[in-house]
């Protein structure tokens, strides 16, 4: 008997969910169409599971760009806290500091290692 190793791709993981999901519509249960639909949209990236970095709350008590660009560059590094702040100084000083609490939190709570 021939040993064939059996390889995966993203192609055929979505094959797979495809077939999955026809059945699961085939047999009336739309939760498992779904699950597999949202399985797919996650493989390919449409989807994202999100990781909530620090305690609720942690921007709150951050008064001014600064302090939130501090906190950043605690949390993910000083490259991130850089980048942070080229968007915000491109983006006016009216907009800074509600930008800085919007992309702060963002980044805090990005999936970690995509960057």
Known sequence: MQNVKH???VESLLSDLSEARALAL???Q???AIQATT????????MV???ESGAPGDFAGLQSTDEILAKVSEELGPALALALRAVLDKAGDDAAPEQATELGTALLDAPQGNA
């Open 7 to 9: 390889r995966i791709t």
């Open 30 to 32: 739309p939760g498992a």
């Open 39 to 46: 399985v797919a949209a996650k493989l390919v990236g449409l």
């Open 49 to 51: 599971d999100r990781k």
């Open 26 to 28: 085939a047999t009336k």
